[in-house]
């Protein structure tokens, strides 16, 4: 897999999704040598289902480990340390890792109980946990959500968990973002397997789940956090880490000029997923009509956006959206499947920051 590839599938059965992803990118013979230490690294900032659009789901993990172990691979953990407020103990617990571990043989490793050492990190001392620098493969498992205090999260501060508690608390004394650029110049980025399933609005602790039914794999952080930019509706620049880090040489924010591999194409899967009361606000102005998943979720994202900017005030029409409009005609529509209305962006499915331009300018 080349630094510039973006590996996209969609579906509903994770687990295969997962090992498909890994299988296009050939992680096997990224790693190599079969008794190299591989470490995964999902996101348990905080003990929830994953299903609140928190955490890394466990069949992302079960996929992961197949592939792996189907590879001939065995020396295979899982670790993360939670946020300082929750316990990863009860975070293994809450997002069903136990039966994964249990099931696999694979151990959990909680980082909040490991000894550290300081790195320098291209002028920032960072203390980062051992157990996570012994690694010699590390596939980060980021859930692709929004943050109240950086507005996204997704690979670059996915990697926060492999540090001690004092050290996120340090953090977060010095803002974010500059710490958050520099620890990605010492801690590992083998591989990237993003959960793109269902997450969070703009809460890094869950709560509004968008449903986008997606996995994605990055072998670049910085690619990936851009990308995400685009999925949920925001410009690289409105978050300050992903170009700090790209300066300090981490990766490459250059989303234009990436390579999108599409391994099937979105299908109208029916949603496990109930809406909140927030994502159904925003929804009152949209008009689906059987729209693919990730469709319907950047318009989600994209109308938050709007919601964000006070955009959304007074609107009466209605944006259509899906594959009941196709060979229909209508004023105005997101995505390929509109193509015959009046205003229609293209796109299949179309991104968030495009769907949040088009509407602003048809709504000015
Ligand atoms: S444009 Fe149509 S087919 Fe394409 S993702 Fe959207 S709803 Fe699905």
Same mark, same amino acid.
């Given at each position: 897999?080349?630094? @510039?590839? *973006?590996? $996209?599938?969609? =579906?509903?059965?994770?687990?295969?999704?997962?090992?498909?992803?890994?299988?296009? &990118?050939?992680?096997?013979?990224?790693?190599?040598?079969?008794?190299?230490?591989?470490?995964?690294?999902?996101?348990?900032?905080?003990?929830?289902?994953?299903?609140?659009?928190?955490?890394?789901?466990?069949?992302?993990?079960?996929?992961?480990?197949?592939?792996?172990?189907?590879?001939?691979? @065995?020396? *295979?953990? $899982?670790?993360? =340390?939670?946020?300082?407020?929750?316990?990863?103990?009860?975070?293994?617990?809450? &997002?069903?890792?136990?039966?994964?571990?249990?099931?696999?043989?694979?151990?959990?490793?909680?980082?909040?109980r490991d000894s550290y050492t300081e790195y320098e990190a291209k002028g920032m001392e960072i203390a980062i946990c051992d157990k996570a620098m012994e690694v010699d493969y590390m596939i980060n498992m980021p859930v692709l959500k929004g943050h109240c205090q950086t507005t996204i999260t997704c690979a670059l501060k996915n990697n926060k968990g492999v540090m001690p508690n004092r050290e996120k608390r340090r953090f977060h004394t010095m803002g974010l973002h500059k710490p958050i650029a520099h620890l990605n110049t010492v801690c590992r980025n083998d591989f990237i397997l993003v959960d793109n399933i269902c997450g969070d609005l703009d809460f890094e602790e869950g709560g509004n789940p968008v449903v986008m039914n997606r996995v994605l794999g990055f072998k670049d952080p910085v690619l990936c956090d851009s990308y995400v930019c685009d999925c949920m509706g925001y410009k690289v620049d409105d978050i300050p880490y992903i170009r700090m880090a790209e300066k300090l040489g981490v990766g490459s924010t250059d989303t234009e000029h990436a390579n999108f591999i599409y391994i099937n194409e979105d299908k109208n899967a029916k949603s496990k997923f109930r809406m909140t009361h927030r994502v159904q606000n925003l929804a009152k102005f949209a008009d689906p009509k059987d729209a693919c998943s990730a469709c319907y979720g950047s318009l989600i994202y994209a109308l938050d956006r709007l919601s964000d900017a006070g955009k959304l005030r007074g609107k009466k029409n209605l944006v259509c959206i899906g594959q009941g409009y196709k060979g229909e005609t209508g004023e105005i529509g997101v995505g390929q499947c509109t193509c015959g209305f009046k205003k229609s962006l293209k796109g299949c499915p179309p991104k968030a920051i495009d769907i949040v331009n088009f509407l602003e300018e048809e709504w000015k």
């Open positions: 897999m080349n630094r @510039k590839d *973006i590996i $996209i599938i969609h =579906g509903t059965d994770y687990k295969e999704m997962a090992k498909m992803v890994m299988d296009r &990118a050939d992680v096997a013979g990224d790693i190599g040598d079969l008794n190299k230490k591989i470490a995964l690294k999902p996101n348990l900032v905080v003990a929830r289902d994953p299903s609140s659009g928190a955490t890394t789901h466990k069949e992302l993990l079960a996929g992961a480990i197949e592939y792996l172990q189907e590879h001939g691979f @065995k020396n *295979i953990t $899982i670790m993360e =340390g939670s946020w300082v407020g929750d316990n990863t103990q009860s975070a293994f617990t809450a &997002a069903g890792y136990r039966q994964i571990s249990t099931k696999y043989n694979v151990p959990l490793v909680d980082l909040q």
